[in-house]
């Protein structure tokens, strides 16, 4: 429908109408006006599943939902690193919604993985946000394609389970651009999502969901968002600014209490009726799209899907160890042990919970596998070792060559609405893997988990093979790589650290009451580990293969550029090993010399490769200026600083292959004023404002003659302390050391080098 037409439609309708517009009708529609041809539509929960509610609803999953395809979480589908993968699965979404008749499906969620703690980190896909950026633009992508909207959530800073309601979020304006804000807006500006849905907490002291700044001047003005900014559920706080401030959709339904505030607000002169009126349009164009766009041939096929979900959780499940162990023989004698072979935990708890159709276990994918052993091992429905299990654990592991332990969280111990309250799996599951390794060298652990464990049996065991929450398929999944019908491909979209106390947000997560200070400002994740030279357990990017590949011939098309220029990179990938695979291929970036606290080095550019035995490919990627930029709070937009580069290319954070030095040039000037505390040495660092401070450098601040500066009274003063001193003092400083210069003297400079420095 056109903007035109949409105009039109909300000019007929009355105040009361356009209020009802703003909230939903229920717990999951758009609200309708008959008289006017405007439907209600349905929006859904997601991201990696289809959580449809006939009946009463609810947000946490605790009624049940139609029955569903459940494919992996967040957590693993950015361990794919492949994009085509997740507009493949987002195809399949969209299929299920349009059969379904669901317009809008509630996600993908990007925030950042600040702490390992987050009880929702399950279905948040990184560290990273360039990371986080690109798998969720692919699955928006994917899913709006077949004319079905998604909710890029939870809008802005939404890290944390605790009082996520009330928190406040205090970053400073690099950070969140960098940073929490960059996860946004990559997939924001390219793939255009239909609607975005706004956190609960603060930012800064404002809720997001009256948050000016970001919701209009940030997303629509900045970014050219066009559809409609609704709340999470139960988000709303003040209704008539939430509206002025753009959050369009209140959701669920206030059940009118909410519309007769804006009613009011109108009538009063307190909302001007045009800000009503956009927001009614932005969400009529998006309900017109969908309804407009219906295909009502689509199907819903659970089994098809239940495949798609399987060749998913196949790229989602990385090789985190393997010391020979690995690919198993389909004819060894082999035993599974552990309560997740038998009931995977394939998925994470609340609002995305899906109400699977069918769950492949592990031990379903090798039926008819005579050879294969079963012992349950240990319960999870709390933290406490049975004897009687452990027992038959170790017995059964005992006879077998090779061990495979199925271990991880259980839902007690990771869930929307709470945090973690530690990094370590249940003592009982630890203490199992401890007994089976010493009587079982051959011992592999299988990982069902949304968020990084420590392991200290680490070193004790031959394989570990990450498989986060793998969705409904992930037993069959799991098999096809522990046998090697399916070489492992997937990379950790976030760093394993040893234990908590390493995490950068470790003194300050959770925060004091509902004050949470993101103290470890931009150095989230790697950037931190790789700044402290910390050492770590698994890395950012890490992940193995059955094959090996080896990197040569890192190129760039040009060896310098301007920061308004593109630079394509290009690097040949070749597998050495014998068997099919795929690789990640990875680009970091490097400032060698910068004047402001950055990163040792971040993430630019991934591909994923695949080749067969000997074969060989050319992987290019294009940097532009935000590749080498940083935030600057001073001018408030991306800033080159001139100067070497080092572009960085591995199979891991840790792992870099190859690495070519270019030089980009800055063709913007950051301003600099200049003031009577400004120190000689700022003002030095401009070659041109050296004649005007002439006079000076010829100065002599420290008083005394030469004579008396080379006596043994004054043998403590270097020549590098006269250097510092010189350098660090204000110009000011003249002042005070006899030189004859006044206050006034010293602004008449200050004045001469800022109409310098705006000429």
Same mark, same amino acid.
């Given at each position: ?11 007929q309708m ?10 939903g009708?229920?717990?999951w ?5 008959e ?22 609803g609810?947000?946490?999953g +605790?009624?049940?939902?139609i029955k ?11 361990a794919s690193f492949?994009r ?9 979404l969209?299929e299920?919604? %349009?059969a379904?008749?669901?317009s809008?499906?509630?996600?993908p ?8 703690l987050?009880g ?5 896909y990184s560290? #990273? ?13 994917g899913?709006q ?9 939870h ?5 944390q ?5 009330s928190s ?9 651009? &960098? ?5 946004f807006?990559? /997939?924001v500006?390219?793939e ?6 706004? *956190?609960?907490?603060r ?10 700044k970001?919701?209009t ?5 900045e970014?050219?968002f066009?559809g409609y900014v609704?709340?999470?559920?139960g988000? =709303?706080?003040?209704r =008539? ?7 369009d959709?209140?959701?669920?339904? *206030? ?11 109108? %009538? ?5 009726e ?15 799209r969908?309804?407009e ?8 096929d ?7 979900a399987?060749k ?6 990385v ?24 009931t ?23 039926e008819?596998?005579v050879?294969?052993?079963y012992a349950?091992?240990f ?8 004897e009687?299990l452990?027992?038959e654990?170790v017995?059964t592991?005992?006879?077998a ?7 991880g969280l259980?839902?007690? $111990? ?8 530690h ?13 089976? +390794?010493?009587? %079982?060298?051959?011992t592999i =652990? ?6 990084p464990? &420590?392991?200290?049996? +680490? ?6 093979v990450?498989?986060?929450l ?10 096809d790589?522990?046998?090697g019908?399916?070489?492992p491909?997937?990379k ?11 995490n ?26 790789d700044?402290?030279?910390?050492e770590?357990?698994f ?18 098309d040009? #060896? ?5 220029d ?12 014998g068997m099919?695979?795929?690789e990640?291929v ?5 400032d ?6 950055r990163p040792?080095?971040?993430?630019k ?9 000997? &074969? ?6 294009t940097?532009?200026?935000r590749?080498?930029?940083?935030y ?9 600083e001139t100067?070497?580069f080092?572009i960085?290319v591995?199979?891991? *954070? /840790? ?10 040039? *800055?063709t +913007? ?17 401009d ?14 601040? $420290?008083?005394?003659s030469?004579?008396?500066k080379?006596?043994?009274a004054n043998?403590?003063?270097t020549?590098?302390m006269?250097?510092a ?9 003249v ?24 000429s």
């Open positions: 429908m056109t903007a035109e037409k949409i105009r039109e439609i909300v000019s009355t105040l009361e109408e356009k209020a009802s517009m703003c909230s009708a229920d717990f529609h758009t609200e309708a006006v008289r006017l041809g405007i439907p209600a539509t349905m929006v859904s929960d997601g991201p990696h599943g289809l959580r449809k509610q006939d009946q009463e609810d947000h946490l +605790v009624n049940d939902s569903a395809v459940c494919f992996p979480a967040g957590c693993g589908t950015a492949n085509e993968l997740l507009r493949q699965m987002g195809e399949a969209g299920e919604c %349009q379904e008749g669901v809008v499906i509630l996600g969620a990007v925030n950042i993985k600040r702490s390992p987050c929702r980190n399950f279905e948040y560290e #990273d946000p360039f990371v986080a950026g690109e798998m969720a633009g692919a699955l928006i992508h899913v394609s077949k004319n079905v909207g998604t909710s890029i959530k809008f802005l800073a939404n890290n389970e605790t009082r996520r309601m406040d979020s205090r970053i400073d304006e690099r950070t969140l651009r &960098e940073i929490y804000l960059a996860a807006e990559g /997939a500006k390219k255009k999502p239909w609607t975005v849905m706004c *956190s609960y907490n930012i800064n002291g404002t809720y997001a969901a009256e948050n000016h970001y919701l001047e940030v997303l629509r003005d970014w050219g066009e609704m709340s999470d559920w988000a =709303v706080n003040s =008539v600014k939430d509206l002025q401030a753009g959050l959709l209140e959701m669920p339904s *206030s059940n009118g209490s909410n519309d007769k505030l804006i009613v009011g607000a109108v %009538q009063s002169g307190e909302l001007p045009k800000v009503l009126d956009a927001a009614v349009a932005r969400i009529l164009n998006i309900v017109f969908y309804e766009n219906r295909d009502k041939s689509a199907v819903f659970r089994d098809r899907d239940h495949e798609m399987r998913v959780a196949q790229e989602t499940i090789l985190l160890k393997n010391e020979g162990v690995l690919p198993l023989s389909e004819q060894g004698e082999i035993a599974f042990i552990g309560k997740y072979a038998k995977p935990r394939y998925q994470g708890g609340g609002s995305s919970h899906i109400n699977s159709h069918k769950v492949t276990s592990a031990l379903d994918a090798v008819g596998m050879n294969v052993t349950q091992g319960d999870d429905k709390e933290d406490k070792t049975d009687k452990l027992a654990a017995e592991a005992k006879k060559k090779a061990a495979v332990i199925f271990a259980p839902d007690a $111990f990771e869930s929307e609405g709470f945090d973690r309250k990094m370590r799996m249940p003592d009982c599951q630890n203490e199992l893997i401890a007994k089976v +390794v010493a009587v %079982q060298p051959n =652990v299988v990982l069902h988990n949304g968020s464990v &420590e392991m200290p049996w +680490v070193n004790d065991v031959k394989g570990i990450e498989a986060y793998g969705g409904q398929a992930v037993g069959g999944a799991v098999c790589i522990l046998f019908r399916v070489n491909s997937a950790l979209p976030e760093t394993f650290p040893l234990k908590l106390e390493d950068p947000s470790y003194l300050f997560y959770i925060g004091e009451g509902d004050v949470v200070e993101y103290r470890e400002g931009i150095f989230v994740g790697y950037r931190y580990y700044k402290k030279k910390q770590v357990l890395p950012f990017g890490h992940g193995l293969s059955y094959t090996t590949f080896a990197y040569s011939n890192l190129r760039t040009k #060896d310098s550029m301007k920061d308004t593109i630079m394509e990179v290009s690097v040949d990938i070749k597998n050495t090993g099919a695979g795929k990640v990875q680009l970091y970036v490097a060698k010399e910068s004047t402001v606290i040792v080095k971040e993430l550019g991934f591909e994923k490769v695949e080749l067969a035995p000997g &074969e060989t490919k050319t992987v290019t990627f940097l532009d200026k590749a080498f930029a940083y600057s709070a001073n001018i408030h937009d991306w800033h080159v100067g070497a080092e960085m591995g199979a891991s *954070s /840790a792992d870099i292959r190859l690495t070519k030095e270019v030089n980009v040039e *800055s +913007v000037r950051l301003p600099f004023v200049y003031t009577p505390d400004t120190t000689m040495g700022d003002v030095l660092d070659p041109r404002a050296r004649e005007i401070v002439k006079e000076l450098l010829e100065q002599d601040i $420290f008083g005394g030469a004579e008396e080379s006596s043994a043998e403590a003063i020549a590098e006269n250097e001193m010189a350098r660090f003092t204000p110009l000011r400083g002042v005070s050391f006899g030189s004859g210069f006044t206050m006034a003297d010293v602004q008449d400079i200050a004045n001469r080098l800022n109409a310098l420095e705006e």
